[in-house]
């Protein structure tokens, strides 16, 4: 089945893949897929008998990604998968004792073997959300020598699926939500695990499809590909097609399609007024060939010789031939040039063709257009207005974008930047000092809880101490910026929505972990809350991350506490 010229997975894959996507885990997933340092400081919490001790750790990022002002929060579920399968086997121990120092003791070794998480507890805000920089986006209590063994393996399942998605959101803000986005970066990717990565998260963030057929198989994710121009490249002329027939649809007769489709190039050629001799012979058998393999599916990429001479001619003269014969060509790929010129042009003759030939549908034929494109192409594409003929100026008619490198690669910003910091032990808050103020720690465990006006829309995040009443709807709330003493605000939210929920508690996931597809809907759902002036590519306006009042005198008391005293002489 396809939507748009999307292949959808029929109901029992689509189950399949939701089953793999939810029970599953990554293989390379594991307790040894860590820093040395972490293993070196749980011998020393062990030899310094601080394993009873518990500790709360928050994750969190400082700066959105991309000049933006918003991030999209993803790989929850893989890191609740990692606590509920964290064991180190017989060969990871055996491994290890080859690792740290022959002085190290062996009992350290049994204690790493019968380790597990039934102690730990994860609280996370919900995958999907938007996030924004120092609310904890998981929150871990344990054992401490536990919790420290967790820290490497989450920041890099949490990194780079949130750089992904976001920068997939960002691209679908920029094309709009009519646009048909599709991710083509698998074979740009940074390994194979990358590239299923950024497949999964892109869906989250908002694209539509993806060319990864694994991608497709693990986590249900519509899959699409046409023909590269390889294969336009390797035929020469109609003569080598070896195949001419092709079956009316709705019976079994068969038609010689190729002479279908000679009939229809002599039309074409006339109405779009090109030279049918220009039109590539070897070019008008690949896509007779292909329409043949793909009759329900012939989207063509017409860029290989010439587009408006010879691409999109011999595409609509096949594209014809199939209508006759009672299917629907796609569409086309574009791949090179000036996108949204050709784009125009391109449009301007499928309507030709659909007045002359009395058939509508060509008028809205897919316009595909791939070619290296970035976030700035598409906001360019979407100022550029072209003028063909004497018609007034238009914009592109592309209708769907296929974005590879710059989406998967991140080029724009290589890293999301999480960290991992203590910020409770045994009910003692702790804190990081700084002499650059961004990278104070907001000690102690904490509640958030996200403010809506009465338009809908989030106003602020407010971050408060676990022994606060939340705040209620229509109650005034002071919020403060955690650092800047001046910078302050009463709030009457019109809505309150606690962020963090409880999904490891006991030894047990204690909340349902949706499937992609309701991630990426609830993607789409949190954009819709968040104001346009934090969307906006260019200056977008901060949002406000707060603290309550009570919080704030215990941060700069702690901070007061731990700081040394200087002394003038």
């Given at each position: 089945?396809?939507?748009?010229?999307?292949a959808v997975p029929d109901s029992r894959n689509a189950k399949m893949a939701k089953m793999e996507s939810c029970n599953d885990q990554n293989g390379v997933i594991q307790p040894l897929l860590t820093d040395l340092?972490?293993?070196?400081?749980?011998?020393?919490?062990?030899?310094?008998?601080?394993?009873?001790?518990?500790?709360?750790?928050?994750?969190?990022f400082r700066r959105n990604p991309f000049q933006g002002e918003l991030t999209i929060f993803a790989g929850l579920e893989e890191c609740i998968k990692f606590v509920k399968n964290f064991h180190y086997s017989d060969?990871?121990?055996?491994?290890?004792?080859?690792?740290?120092?022959?002085?190290?003791?062996?009992?350290?070794?049994?204690?790493?073997?019968?380790?597990?998480?039934?102690?730990?507890?994860?609280?996370a805000i919900e995958e999907g959300t938007v996030v924004f920089p120092r609310v904890p986006l998981l929150r871990i209590e344990g054992p401490l020598p536990i919790v420290q063994l967790l820290e490497t393996t989450l920041l890099n399942l949490v990194n780079y699926a949130s750089l992904v998605a976001t920068n997939a959101a960002r691209f679908r803000m920029a094309a709009g939500p009519e646009k048909i986005l599709l991710e083509f970066g698998l074979r740009r990717a940074q390994g194979p695990d990358g590239g299923l990565s950024a497949s999964r998260y892109c869906y989250l963030g908002g694209f539509d499809g993806t060319s990864n057929v694994l991608a497709g198989k693990l986590f249900g994710i519509p899959v699409r590909g046409t023909h590269a121009h390889a294969f336009v490249n390797s035929f020469t002329g109609h003569h080598e097609l070896k195949r001419r027939t092709l079956v009316r649809k709705g019976s079994t007769e068969e038609v010689d399609f190729a002479n279908v489709c000679e009939s229809w190039q002599h039309k074409v050629a006339g109405v779009l007024g090109v030279d049918k001799g220009q039109m590539n012979d070897g070019e008008?058998?690949?896509?007779?060939?292909?329409?043949?393999?793909?009759?329900?599916?012939?989207?063509?990429?017409?860029?290989?010789?010439?587009v408006i001479r010879s691409g999109?001619?011999?595409?609509?003269a096949v594209g014809l031939g199939l209508v006759e014969l009672g299917y629907m060509p796609v569409g086309i790929r574009l791949d090179s040039g000036d996108l949204a010129y050709q784009s125009v042009v391109v449009r301007d003759m499928f309507k030709k063709i659909a007045t002359t030939f009395n058939e509508p549908r060509f008028?809205?034929?897919?316009?595909?257009?791939?070619?290296?494109?970035?976030?700035?192409?598409?906001?360019?594409?979407?100022?550029?207005?072209?003028?063909?003929?004497?018609?007034?100026?238009?914009?592109?008619s592309i209708d769907s974008f296929g974005i590879g490198t710059h989406l998967v690669t991140c080029q724009k910003q290589p890293a999301l930047g999480c960290v991992f910091k203590l910020v409770e032990v045994n009910k003692l808050p702790r804190i990081k000092l700084s002499e650059d103020v961004d990278k104070v720690t907001i000690p102690g465990k904490k509640q958030a809880y996200r403010l809506y006006g009465h338009?809908?829309?989030?106003?602020?995040?407010?971050?408060?101490?676990?022994?606060?009443?939340?705040p209620e709807v229509g109650c005034r709330v002071l919020c403060r910026h955690p650092f800047q003493e001046s910078k302050r605000a009463y709030v009457r939210p019109a809505n309150v929505m606690p962020l963090y929920h409880c999904f490891w508690k006991d030894g047990k996931v204690c909340?349902?972990?949706?499937?992609?597809?309701?991630?990426?809907?609830?993607?789409?759902?949190?954009?819709?809350?968040?104001?346009?002036?934090?969307?906006?590519?260019?200056?977008?306006?901060?949002y406000k991350v707060s603290v309550s009042d009570k919080l704030y005198n215990f941060i700069h008391d702690l901070w007061l506490e731990n700081a040394p005293i200087g002394e003038l002489s």
């Open positions: 089945m396809s939507v748009n010229g999307v340092y972490q293993i070196t400081m749980a011998y020393a919490y062990w030899k310094s008998e601080k394993c009873d001790d518990t500790a709360v750790y928050d994750l969190f060969t990871d121990i055996t491994y290890l004792k080859t690792v740290l120092p022959d002085t190290s003791e062996p009992e350290f070794f049994r204690y790493l073997a019968h380790l597990d998480t039934k102690d730990v507890q994860v609280y008008y058998a690949a896509f007779m060939s292909y329409a043949m393999a793909f009759p329900d599916g012939f989207l063509s990429l017409v860029d290989t010789y010439d999109v001619p011999n595409f609509c008028a809205t034929l897919l316009i595909v257009a791939s070619n290296d494109i970035n976030e700035e192409t598409i906001h360019s594409l979407n100022q550029q207005k072209v003028i063909l003929g004497t018609q007034p100026p238009q914009g592109h338009d809908g829309n989030a106003l602020v995040d407010l971050l408060q101490m676990p022994d606060e009443a939340p909340r349902p972990l949706p499937c992609l597809r309701d991630i990426r809907q609830h993607t789409e759902e949190s954009l819709k809350h968040v104001r346009t002036d934090h969307k906006r590519a260019l200056n977008p306006t901060p």
